[in-house]
């Protein structure tokens, strides 16, 4: 790709004054903005979700029930779930596609910017509505992130809460999607072929198709749920004929490939920092993109590995086992090109590189534990146990989350126009990268040993592997206050940032000054 | 909503074409929803056909009665449960039994009322091991309509079926389960 692009002073067609405070806000149409706000919002909800996880990990510091009750606890798991999924990792990622988008495509904003900013501002009160139900009879739901029927057909009123906000995030995620696809298709700069773009790009193309494919089906099996729990239909409840495992087919018809929704653009974000520190080009680009691309449709086959254990006939249990291996492929070809562009590059070590060795390196330990998953005969040893949300936790936190961390600390100079403190974030990503594993390491041996996931209490057996994930969860957590001082005193000041900001790095974001401008391409860099 | 609706129109660049995609979009998340919903059809479809589930088959009482009985038995036995919320006695009178492969049967169960209101069930049933069901061939079942009981009222219902001859070799043994739910309520709260 050429860098033969320049960045465009805004203020020669736009005489209009820059709105400010409420006006700026909440009724932004520009996209850096609404990404901004995105971004905001995401790691308030990490905050949240986090400290609902530290609540858990309080009480499982010691077998016995300590500070909550089971219910209580059951709605601890549930909500920090939903939280961290719906509200943490994917408007994470809507947050980086509306800043870096536009830039990385050299478009002068979304394609549908007042549907911009409808899909931002319907998630605060999707939450709230979320977060209210702890405050109704019976409390928040307990039925875990999964909400499955036939229990979540008998819960009190907060589970009618739960799917009225997750219809309002659904429709959230997919205008978001919607306004990636036609920003990709519609708005490159003349001269960007699809075979050009940036991965970002691509991953967030096919996500966007992804979430536009699933989230709808999710709406439908939520929305099943409610009439059977208020209008007598029966989809779901035996006493009517309905099929419980049903509710578990459709939502993982969705579940699948959500986890992908929720890596997918993680593997983009990396792609353009490995290559950016080990000063050589993406191995391999167009492997990247069929890679993608094969991991996006193959998610939509796999979905019954997570119920190997309902009593499916075992011609299921192998098609199901044998697609879920599959998948390991055009992963195993990614995590091989990110370590091929290192080999034997001029490496360089500053935070977003750390985050992104961490990231190749731990979420290929999740993508292990589960292929190990995926073996039908053994998953009926490991299903339900604490091996799975090691699992889970290795793929999501060191995989997406700290994919997005280390996105923050690359763009953020080009969001800001200031350096942060590399010593700072080099400290933040050490203690991050530890204290992840100090939680979620002992959590496969307590899975192997079979220790349940969901219980507020276990057998004193399992104590002391419980009490180093307490340990280490609190130190996780309370690492990223560092996060969060490293940020805002990068947005108050700082080093200059330049418009490169780093050595040489690859794509049209970097051609704009640093902070980037209110408006940006308004006439659109060619590409050669 | 109409703001968005204005995105689509007042946009300088490639109007028409940019309308295109977002409508396709939108049709393409509503079929999915449609999607959601049409996987419940399938789903059963699909399980009968197959018999995948445990679920079992139903044929004709003309069709059983020409079936030829083989030198095969296998061992059948009955449970039954009742929703913790319906205040009925379920029980099987036929516990368990040597059953002929291709071999008319009849198993019979207790049902009891306790309370003092009439009360519609339905009963579900599941057969295990799961691969079994589909051999597992009934004529007639108390379980394929509602039941309504009076207060108090005892009865007697029966299910007629028979197994056929391609059930699988290793299958040694089967249990079928029937469970009654109050129809009226549901699974109650
Ligand atoms: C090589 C790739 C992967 C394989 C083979 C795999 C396999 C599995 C299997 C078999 C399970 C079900 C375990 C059980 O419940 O018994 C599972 C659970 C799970 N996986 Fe993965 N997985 C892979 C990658 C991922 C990725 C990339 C993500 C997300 C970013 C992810 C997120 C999850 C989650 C959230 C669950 C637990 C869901 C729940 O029960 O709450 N997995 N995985
Ligand atoms: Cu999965």
Redesign the pocket.
Same mark, same amino acid.
């Given at each position: 790709m050429s860098h033969a692009a320049t960045a465009h002073d805004h203020h020669d067609d736009h005489d209009h004054p820059m709105p400010t405070g409420f006006k700026r806000w909440a009724m932004s149409t520009n996209h850096k903005d609404i990404g901004t706000l995105y971004l905001i919002f995401s790691l308030a909800m990490l905050m949240l979700g986090g400290a609902f996880a530290l609540v858990i990990r309080a009480e499982l510091f010691q077998p016995g029930l300590q500070y909550i009750d089971p219910h209580f606890f059951n709605q601890m798991t549930t909500v920090h !779930?939903l939280v961290m999924v719906f509200g943490a990792v994917m408007p994470g990622f809507v947050g980086f596609a509306n800043w870096m988008l536009p830039l990385m495509v050299g478009a002068p904003d979304m394609a549908l910017p007042r549907m911009n900013n409808w899909s931002f501002w319907i998630l605060p009160f999707a939450f709230s509505i979320l977060i209210l139900s702890f405050f109704v009879p019976g409390g928040a739901p307990a039925s875990?992130? @999964?909400l499955y029927a036939p229990l979540t057909i008998q819960g009190g009123m907060s589970v009618d809460m739960a799917i009225v906000a997750i219809h309002m995030m659904g429709i959230s995620s997919i205008m978001g999607a919607i306004n990636v696809i036609v920003t990709v298709l519609n708005m490159r700069a003349p001269g960007m072929t699809l075979m050009k773009m940036p991965l970002f790009v691509w991953t967030w193309l096919i996500t966007a198709f992804l979430l536009i494919a699933v989230m709808p089906v999710f709406a439908g099996a939520v929305t099943m749920l409610l009439t059977d729990r208020h209008f007598g239909t029966a989809f779901f409840n035996p006493a009517g004929g309905g099929d419980p495992v049903l509710y578990q087919h459709i939502f993982w018809f969705f579940?699948h490939p959500e986890?992908?929704i %929720?890596?997918l653009p993680a593997f983009g974000i990396i792609s353009h920092i490995i290559p950016t520190f080990a000063r050589k080009p993406l191995f391999g680009y167009s492997s990247m993109v069929f890679a993608t691309a094969a991991i996006a449709f193959l998610s939509f086959i796999v979905w019954a +590995? +997570?119920m190997? @254990?309902v009593g499916m006939p075992l011609q299921g249990e192998l098609f199901f086992m044998y697609a @879920? %291996?599959l998948?390991?492929v055009p @992963?195993g070809v990614k995590v091989f090109n990110w370590v091929t562009t290192m080999w034997r590059g001029s490496m360089s070590f500053e935070t977003p590189m750390l985050f992104s060795i961490g990231v190749v390196f731990l979420?290929t330990l999740?993508?292990l534990s589960?292929?190990m998953?995926?073996i039908t005969p053994a *998953?009926f040893q490991?299903? *339900?146990t604490y091996f799975?949300v090691a699992?889970?936790h290795y793929?999501?936190f060191s995989? !997406?989350v700290m994919a997005m961390m280390g996105g923050t600390y690359y763009w953020l100079p080009k969001w800001t126009g200031h350096m942060y403190n590399e010593r700072l974030g080099k400290i933040h990503f050490w203690l991050t990268a530890i204290a992840f594993n100090v939680t979620f390491f002992p959590q496969h041996f307590l899975g192997l040993a079979g220790m349940p996931r969901r219980y507020a209490d276990y057998n004193p057996i399992f104590t002391e592997f419980n009490q180093w994930s307490s340990i280490g969860a609190f130190c996780l957590g309370f690492s990223q206050l560092l996060f969060i001082y490293i940020i805002i005193s990068t947005v108050r000041g700082g080093k200059k940032a330049t418009a490169e900001v780093w050595d040489n790095p690859e794509g049209l974001e970097w051609t704009v000054p640093s902070p980037a401008p209110f408006h940006t391409f308004d006439t659109p860099p060619t590409v050669k | 909503m109409s703001e968005i609706a204005r995105d689509v129109k007042t946009d300088m660049s490639g109007v028409s074409e940019k309308n295109n995609i977002v409508v396709k979009l939108v049709l393409i998340a509503a079929l999915m929803f449609g999607f959601g919903y049409a996987l419940v059809p399938l789903y059963e479809a699909f399980c009968r056909v197959t018999g995948f589930g445990g679920k079992t088959d139903i044929i004709e009482e003309a069709k059983a009665q020409a079936a030829v009985a083989i030198d095969r038995n296998v061992e059948v036995s009955f449970t039954s449960h009742t929703h913790s919320s319906l205040p009925w006695d379920f029980k099987p009178l036929t516990k368990l039994t040597d059953v002929r492969v291709g071999e008319i049967q009849e198993a019979t169960f207790y049902v009891k009322n306790n309370s003092d209101q009439t009360i519609t069930g339905m009963a579900t049933f599941n057969v295990t091991p799961p691969r079994a069901g589909f051999h597992f061939k009934k004529t007639e079942c108390f379980c394929f309509t509602k039941q309504v009981m009076q207060p108090g009222e005892e009865q007697e219902m029966t299910v007629r079926y028979m197994l056929d001859s391609e059930l699988p070799d290793d299958v040694h043994e089967l249990t079928l389960s029937y469970t009654f739910f109050d129809n009226a309520k549901h699974a109650g709260q």
């Amino acid at each position: 790709m050429s860098h033969a692009a320049t960045a465009h002073d805004h203020h020669d067609d736009h005489d209009h004054p820059m709105p400010t405070g409420f006006k700026r806000w909440a009724m932004s149409t520009n996209h850096k903005d609404i990404g901004t706000l995105y971004l905001i919002f995401s790691l308030a909800m990490l905050m949240l979700g986090g400290a609902f996880a530290l609540v858990i990990r309080a009480e499982l510091f010691q077998p016995g029930l300590q500070y909550i009750d089971p219910h209580f606890f059951n709605q601890m798991t549930t909500v920090h !779930a939903l939280v961290m999924v719906f509200g943490a990792v994917m408007p994470g990622f809507v947050g980086f596609a509306n800043w870096m988008l536009p830039l990385m495509v050299g478009a002068p904003d979304m394609a549908l910017p007042r549907m911009n900013n409808w899909s931002f501002w319907i998630l605060p009160f999707a939450f709230s509505i979320l977060i209210l139900s702890f405050f109704v009879p019976g409390g928040a739901p307990a039925s875990g992130w @999964t909400l499955y029927a036939p229990l979540t057909i008998q819960g009190g009123m907060s589970v009618d809460m739960a799917i009225v906000a997750i219809h309002m995030m659904g429709i959230s995620s997919i205008m978001g999607a919607i306004n990636v696809i036609v920003t990709v298709l519609n708005m490159r700069a003349p001269g960007m072929t699809l075979m050009k773009m940036p991965l970002f790009v691509w991953t967030w193309l096919i996500t966007a198709f992804l979430l536009i494919a699933v989230m709808p089906v999710f709406a439908g099996a939520v929305t099943m749920l409610l009439t059977d729990r208020h209008f007598g239909t029966a989809f779901f409840n035996p006493a009517g004929g309905g099929d419980p495992v049903l509710y578990q087919h459709i939502f993982w018809f969705f579940g699948h490939p959500e986890v992908y929704i %929720m890596i997918l653009p993680a593997f983009g974000i990396i792609s353009h920092i490995i290559p950016t520190f080990a000063r050589k080009p993406l191995f391999g680009y167009s492997s990247m993109v069929f890679a993608t691309a094969a991991i996006a449709f193959l998610s939509f086959i796999v979905w019954a +590995h +997570h119920m190997f @254990t309902v009593g499916m006939p075992l011609q299921g249990e192998l098609f199901f086992m044998y697609a @879920t %291996m599959l998948i390991s492929v055009p @992963t195993g070809v990614k995590v091989f090109n990110w370590v091929t562009t290192m080999w034997r590059g001029s490496m360089s070590f500053e935070t977003p590189m750390l985050f992104s060795i961490g990231v190749v390196f731990l979420f290929t330990l999740g993508g292990l534990s589960g292929l190990m998953l995926a073996i039908t005969p053994a *998953d009926f040893q490991y299903h *339900d146990t604490y091996f799975v949300v090691a699992h889970f936790h290795y793929v999501l936190f060191s995989g !997406a989350v700290m994919a997005m961390m280390g996105g923050t600390y690359y763009w953020l100079p080009k969001w800001t126009g200031h350096m942060y403190n590399e010593r700072l974030g080099k400290i933040h990503f050490w203690l991050t990268a530890i204290a992840f594993n100090v939680t979620f390491f002992p959590q496969h041996f307590l899975g192997l040993a079979g220790m349940p996931r969901r219980y507020a209490d276990y057998n004193p057996i399992f104590t002391e592997f419980n009490q180093w994930s307490s340990i280490g969860a609190f130190c996780l957590g309370f690492s990223q206050l560092l996060f969060i001082y490293i940020i805002i005193s990068t947005v108050r000041g700082g080093k200059k940032a330049t418009a490169e900001v780093w050595d040489n790095p690859e794509g049209l974001e970097w051609t704009v000054p640093s902070p980037a401008p209110f408006h940006t391409f308004d006439t659109p860099p060619t590409v050669k | 909503m109409s703001e968005i609706a204005r995105d689509v129109k007042t946009d300088m660049s490639g109007v028409s074409e940019k309308n295109n995609i977002v409508v396709k979009l939108v049709l393409i998340a509503a079929l999915m929803f449609g999607f959601g919903y049409a996987l419940v059809p399938l789903y059963e479809a699909f399980c009968r056909v197959t018999g995948f589930g445990g679920k079992t088959d139903i044929i004709e009482e003309a069709k059983a009665q020409a079936a030829v009985a083989i030198d095969r038995n296998v061992e059948v036995s009955f449970t039954s449960h009742t929703h913790s919320s319906l205040p009925w006695d379920f029980k099987p009178l036929t516990k368990l039994t040597d059953v002929r492969v291709g071999e008319i049967q009849e198993a019979t169960f207790y049902v009891k009322n306790n309370s003092d209101q009439t009360i519609t069930g339905m009963a579900t049933f599941n057969v295990t091991p799961p691969r079994a069901g589909f051999h597992f061939k009934k004529t007639e079942c108390f379980c394929f309509t509602k039941q309504v009981m009076q207060p108090g009222e005892e009865q007697e219902m029966t299910v007629r079926y028979m197994l056929d001859s391609e059930l699988p070799d290793d299958v040694h043994e089967l249990t079928l389960s029937y469970t009654f739910f109050d129809n009226a309520k549901h699974a109650g709260q």
